[in-house]
């Protein structure tokens, strides 16, 4: 599997915000569940005005227990929590 380009440019984005110092963490709602949501910002300038732009939350409990990682062993696969 590859990394699609706009979220490649996304992280590059991201990157250049925090070597630069530009990153907030700001408490938002989710706007379909209205959970709290703890959303990592880049932080820009217009005309005077701070604007933020949300590159994607923090996950709640352990990130560990969130997310399945790619399959070593299959490039086309993720690991499953039996493995």
Do not use: K
């Amino acid at each position: 599997m590859s990394i699609p380009a706009h979220a490649s440019t996304n992280f590059q984005t991201l990157l250049r915000a925090a070597a630069d110092g530009n990153l907030a963490l700001m408490e938002c709602l989710d706007a379909l569940t209205g959970a709290t949501r703890y959303v990592i910002c880049a932080v820009g300038r217009d005309n005077g005005d701070y604007v933020f732009t949300p590159f994607g939350h923090l996950a709640d409990g352990n990130p560990y227990d969130a997310y399945l990682p790619p399959d070593p062993d299959n490039a086309d696969s993720f690991m499953h929590p039996d493995r």
